[in-house]
Every structure is written in structure tokens, then in C-alpha cells.
């Protein structure tokens, strides 16, 4: 891995941008709402939408330490067949395991939503539930594709990514677009995530251009 200030300020950015990603959508509510407590009324029923998102991160979150020496030992090694055969591999998985997810939510998603968490008064749509499921599928892919930009020195592209993809987030949150908080919250973070995606395997394919010879 290349370390220095560059890498290390790039990796404050791509955190800071995840979690505002994660919780930009929940504050902005709360503070439309005038602030008060996160758990109840429509704040929470928001939060309640977006721990779709945060149980599945934190697993990967706690895989990632062993996936990143990984990658950047296949680069080191310069096996960029099986670089790429590990990145296609974790994404097909996890693009399997975000369309599951997407499709249970729009079959039980609401009655299930709230016996586990309650509805705080407001009404789950299966719909709304699904686009937050693809949108972590979708946030999971791109945490693979950030490893693989970290692996093979492009922190600093990987940075503006994340970047980019959070500032349209709280940008879409306060415009208000749509007039519904709670489906502003779900369509904003689904494209959010779809943008970071798309941005990330930019990066991802600039780097394996790079070394066309790698074997």
C-alpha cells in the first residue's frame, strides 16, 4: 500500500463521506423537524428506513481488514488476473445478496419492518424499502471497489468519488425535490450510491487500464 499525508487524507475523506452518506439523510430531517429526539416521530421512523443499510456495512466493515491486504498483495505481486478475478467475484456475490435483500423488502418489507422496529406512526412503503436495499447492495459494491482503488494506490480518486457522491446527497436532501421526507431520504441514498458506484468502477477501470499487461 502506498501510505503518506495524500492516502491518509484521502481515507478521512472517503469516511466522512460514508457516513454522511449513512446519516446526512436522518439529520437533515431532524433538523427540518427542528431537531429534537432521533428515535421518535418521523426522525425515527427514518432512522428505523436506514438500518437497512447499517447492519450489512457493518459485516463488511469487519471482512474489509482481510480483504485489503489480500488485494493489495495480488497487486504487489502484480497477479492482476487474479486482482480482478477477486473484485468480480465479492461484487457478483454481493450484487446477488443486494437484489435478494431489494426483493424481500418489496414482498414482507413493511409488516416486517414494523414488528421488529415499530412504524413510529407513519406507513413503510415495500417500494421506498427496496431502493434502500438496492442502494446497499449497491454502497456494498462500491466498499469492494474502494478497497481495490486503495490496493493499488488511487486513494486520492477514490476520495473524490465519495466526495462527490455524499455533496449531491445533502444537496438532493435540502433542495427537496420531492416533497416527501421519508422518500426523499430513500430515492436520494439509492442514487447516491448509484452514482458512487458508477464513479468508483470508473476509477476501478483506469487502474486496470493502466496495466493491461498484468497477468
Do not use: C
Request: aromatic fraction near 8%.
Amino acid at each position: 500500500l502506498k501510505h503518506g499525508a495524500g492516502f491518509a487524507v484521502s481515507v478521512v475523506g472517503i469516511m466522512l463521506s460514508e457516513q454522511t452518506l449513512l446519516n446526512a439523510g436522518v439529520l437533515i430531517v431532524a433538523a427540518k423537524a427542528g431537531g429534537g429526539d432521533l428515535t421518535t416521530g418521523l426522525v425515527g421512523f427514518v432512522f428505523n428506513v436506514m438500518l437497512i443499510v447499517r447492519a450489512p456495512l457493518q459485516l463488511f466493515q469487519a471482512v474489509q481488514t482481510s480483504i485489503l491486504p489480500h488485494l493489495a498483495g495480488l497487486e504487489a505481486r502484480e497477479s492482476g488476473t487474479e486482482f480482478r478475478r477477486a473484485i468480480r467475484i465479492t461484487i457478483l456475490v454481493i450484487a446477488g445478496f443486494g437484489l435478494a435483500v431489494a426483493l424481500g423488502l418489496l414482498a414482507v418489507g413493511p409488516p416486517v419492518m414494523t414488528a421488529f422496529l415499530g412504524n413510529k406512526g407513519f406507513h413503510y412503503a415495500r417500494f421506498g424499502l427496496a431502493l434502500v436495499g438496492l442502494g446497499m447492495g449497491l454502497h456494498l459494491i462500491a466498499g469492494t471497489l474502494n478497497q481495490a482503488a486503495l490496493a493499488r494506490g488511487q486513494a486520492p480518486w477514490a476520495a473524490v468519488a465519495w466526495l462527490i457522491s455524499a455533496a449531491l446527497f445533502v444537496i438532493f436532501m435540502v433542495v427537496s425535490i420531492i416533497p416527501a421526507e421519508v422518500t426523499r431520504v430513500e430515492v436520494g441514498y439509492f442514487g447516491a450510491t448509484a452514482v458512487l458506484s458508477v464513479l468508483l468502477a470508473l476509477v476501478y477501470r483506469r487502474g486496470t487500464a493502466a496495466r493491461p499487461a498484468s497477468t
